[in-house]
């Protein structure tokens, strides 16, 4: 009973953006030469001519990865007054987000992210940590105990094909953590941006 939902996931029929997030990741990898122009040409045909999710998948499946970084994670610490990412910043592999009493708020939705898998490991403490990301993108929120805070997770559930996965671990704390999409304001902040 569980295999059913993966199965229609993958008969799932492609839009439009699928197709073209999938051509922006193997673009990229041909350009940091993890794949050839030969094998780019065969696996674009297959892209723009693919009718479902499952479809485009198998097309990006080997590529990981697009920046290998065993540097330091990026953390942030809310402390008394708060601390956030927001606007358009570089993604690291992995962050550490702890609350503290001000909160930490992470708003993933014009930052540059050229990774198929973003760690955050979170201590929410006091004033909780707050996350957006894009639509399309998804949460993966197994590693995350809910403790006194608890987690709320509003966003669809839905990936699409070479979308990032945010694997979140760690702990709520007392403050708790949300994941939402962007709100309307925001989104009408982003049409503005992309309208410049």
């Known amino acids: ?26 673009r990229e990898a041909a350009a940091e030469g993890r794949i050839d122009l030969d ?9 723009l001519v693919a009718k479902t999710r499952g479809e485009l998948a198998p097309l990006t499946d080997d590529l ?10 990026l953390t942030l610490r809310g402390g008394i007054h708060g601390a956030e990412r927001t606007g358009r910043w ?10 503290g009493m001000g909160g930490v708020r992470l708003d993933f939705t014009r ?18 940590v707050r996350i957006v990301i894009p639509v399309g993108w998804q949460a993966d929120t197994d590693g995350l105990d809910p403790s006194l805070g608890g987690l709320k997770d509003k966003t669809s559930g ?11 671990t760690g702990t709520c704390g007392m403050g708790g ?5 962007p709100n309307l304001l925001e989104r009408r902040r982003q049409r503005k941006d992309q309208a410049r």
């Open 64 to 73: 990981g990865p697009a920046v290998f970084d065993s540097g330091e994670p």
């Open 177 to 181: 953590v949300l994941i939402r999409h």
């Open 1 to 26: 009973m569980t295999a059913e939902p993966s199965r229609s996931a993958g008969r799932m029929r492609a839009s439009d953006a699928d197709r073209e997030a999938v051509v922006d990741q193997l």
């Open 111 to 128: 930052a540059e992210c050229r990774l198929r898998e973003i760690e955050v490991e979170v201590d929410a403490q006091m004033a909780g």
């Open 90 to 99: 570089k993604v690291p592999p992995r962050i550490h987000a702890k609350g």
């Open 39 to 47: 094998e780019l040409d065969t696996r674009l045909g297959q892209a």
């Open 158 to 168: 839905q990936r699409l094909p070479g979308a990032p996965l945010i694997r979140l």
